[in-house]
């Protein structure tokens, strides 16, 4: 496919899904001319793509899927405007992000990586980490006191299904799920506007996979707006899906309710090898 | 107790045949030290009768502009030697490397010299030359040590800073645990000299004195201060270099990407920077220099 192709393409998409969105209101997080160069190994450079176009609203879940290497965890470092060799404009309630500091954007348009790294010597001190950063420092005046507290984590943790992670133990005492889980839940707490999760549910079993999807509904309930990166079969959450493949973004029409159920049969017997395998390949991107 | 045993050539001669004997049997033994032994002992020899003869034409003439020129040279090696041994840092650390080390002399010299000995003339070369030296050894090393740690606990938190960046950290957040472990890596050996000092070594500068037959009681009072001095200083010329150089892991937007490693110092790099410290000179002697110095390193 040529430059100009994708270009068009995308640009058709977006019109498309701009006039599907409650007719042109302002949307709550958008991104324009997003393009991705990356330096080749042994130099030179690849443009993985070029010019693509995305918004997303509050209480949507968004479900982006494609090739390994099409460059999702890319686009989505994006917009968190994390990744070095990526450019674009971005904007949350139409204010443009150059307006916000670094540190207020990632607050509002919070990146979660695949890989969950827990930082502190317990699972309460990495829950607390971000409210230890000065960005928050402000904000905790407004809230409770014992917001930090041990008790109220436990509350909050309970009330996400997470009961049987000790707030005590050593991070990396967790098992991949669980650590998945209070990677999110850590995430969550912080009350992003946008959440962009990078294959959360990657090498988890079924159901840690399908508690993580739980939280990340609940969240979008909530007024957060969700894209995932996925490359699990559709479980019924998503309430839009975007195909990233050839340097193009575009809509694709949502599994019925059928399709979802056959998937999720077909996706218990494969199991989630083949998930993990694409996992790795992506880390590079 | 004014007395002191000089050592006449017979006991320089007698210290190389040691070496030598030592060289012939790890050379029996297949050890392949031999060479870089006798190697390094020939230019321990020079390197320290030629200090020895610098400083006594120094201290003869007793000028403050001899005195200031050669802690000068001193402080370009002092550069030199940091970056070559600071793998994994990045280049255009020059300056700031630089920088760090003038502050902290000059913090040693103002503090020791002039507040504490008080030497007459102030610029005394007995005193202020040592001083500077050890001043600048403990914290070549330090710094080495620090810049090296720094880079490579950043490349190695690749994951942590990103994960710290991404719920709104700022550079300065996500760089601390390696700042802080950098600065703990390069202070780790002062901090052990300082404990260590008196019961398992005497350090050289106090044997040196009673050697020279002064009283082990000034000897050691004049130790621990030096002692002191320079863990206080090594603390501050790492904490200078690493508050200016944890900027370099990130980019615009407070993105995490550090830099490649630099490859090492060469000759060419010190010439320019002498042409940058001092823009008057000549660039053809510098020039002829440097070509003669890869020429010899091409042999």
Same mark, same amino acid.
């Given at each position: ?285 | ?16 045949? &040691?070496? #030598?004997? %030592?060289?012939? *049997?790890?050379?029996?033994?297949? =050890? +392949?030290?031999? @060479?870089? /032994? ?35 040279? &001193?402080? #370009?090696? %002092?550069?030199? *030697?940091?970056?070559?041994?600071? =793998? +994994?840092?990045? @280049?255009? /650390? ?206």
């Amino acid at each position: 496919m040529t430059e100009g192709e994708v270009v068009a393409q995308t640009t058709k998409t977006s019109t498309a899904t701009a006039t599907g969105a409650s007719g042109g209101a302002r949307h709550l997080f958008t991104a324009r001319d997003v393009t991705a160069v990356m330096p080749r190994r042994g130099g030179g450079e690849t443009t993985v793509f070029q010019g693509l176009e995305f918004h997303v609203d509050g209480g949507e879940v968004v479900d982006l899927t494609g090739p390994s290497g099409s460059g999702k965890s890319t686009l989505l470092t994006a917009f968190a405007r994390l990744n070095v060799y990526t450019t674009g404009s971005f904007a949350l309630d139409g204010k443009d992000s150059d307006t916000f500091t670094p540190q207020q954007w990632r607050v509002n348009v919070a990146y979660l990586p695949q890989t969950s790294t827990l930082i502190g010597e317990t699972v309460a001190d990495a829950i607390r980490l971000p409210w230890t950063l000065k960005v928050r420092q402000g904000e905790r005046a407004h809230e409770p006191k014992d917001m930090l507290s041990d008790a109220h984590i436990r509350a909050t943790l309970d009330r996400m299904g997470c009961r049987d992670i000790d707030l005590g133990r050593a991070p990396r005492d967790l098992s991949g799920g669980q650590a998945a889980r209070v990677s999110l839940a850590r995430t969550l707490l912080t009350k992003p506007r946008v959440l962009l999760a990078d294959e959360v549910d990657a090498g988890l079993d079924e159901e840690n996979a399908d508690k993580v999807a739980d939280l990340l509904k609940l969240a979008a309930h909530e007024g957060t707006a969700v894209v995932r990166i996925r490359h699990r079969a559709p479980d019924g959450r998503a309430t839009r899906m975007m195909v990233l493949k050839d340097g193009a973004l575009r809509e694709v029409p949502l599994p019925t309710a059928a399709q979802v159920a056959a998937a999720q049969r077909a996706d218990v017997v494969d199991g989630s090898a083949d998930d993990t395998a694409d996992g790795t390949a992506d880390e590079k991107e | 107790m004014e007395s002191y045993f000089d050592i006449d050539i017979w006991g320089l001669v007698a210290a190389v045949v &040691m070496v #030598l004997v %030592a060289a012939a *049997i790890s050379a029996l033994m297949k =050890t +392949g030290v031999a @060479k870089s /032994l006798i190697w390094a002992t020939a230019r321990s020899l020079v390197q320290l009768l030629a200090m020895g003869f610098i400083l006594e034409y120094v201290i003869r003439q007793n000028n403050v502009w001899l005195v200031i020129g050669l802690i000068a040279l &001193m402080l #370009l090696a %002092a550069v030199q *030697i940091t970056m070559g041994r600071a =793998t +994994g840092a990045p @280049k255009g /650390l020059v300056g700031i490397v630089l920088l760090s080390l003038v502050v902290t002399m000059l913090l040693m010299l103002a503090i020791v010299a002039e507040l504490i000995v008080r030497p007459k003339p102030w610029y005394a070369p007995q005193l202020v030359i040592p001083l500077t030296g050890m001043l600048l050894g403990n914290t070549v090393s330090a710094l080495a040590l620090g810049l090296s740690r720094f880079f490579e606990s950043m490349r190695e938190r690749y994951a942590e800073v990103n994960t710290m960046l991404a719920l709104g950290a700022t550079k300065w957040e996500a760089a601390k645990p390696s700042m802080i472990s950098s600065i703990r890596l390069g202070l780790l050996p002062s901090i052990a000299m300082l404990a260590s000092s008196g019961i398992v070594t005497i350090p050289g500068m106090m044997s040196g004195q009673i050697i020279a037959g002064k009283s082990p009681v000034s000897a050691a009072k004049y130790q621990f201060v030096i002692l002191a001095a320079v863990a206080a200083l090594t603390l501050v010329a790492d904490s200078i270099i690493i508050a200016l150089i944890y900027k370099r892991c990130f980019i615009s937007y407070d993105r995490y990407f550090v830099p490649e490693p630099a490859k090492k110092l060469s000759f060419k790099d010190l010439v320019q920077l002498h042409k940058s410290v001092h823009p008057g000179e000549k660039p053809e002697d510098a020039k002829r220099a440097a070509a003669k110095e890869q020429h010899a390193q091409m042999r």
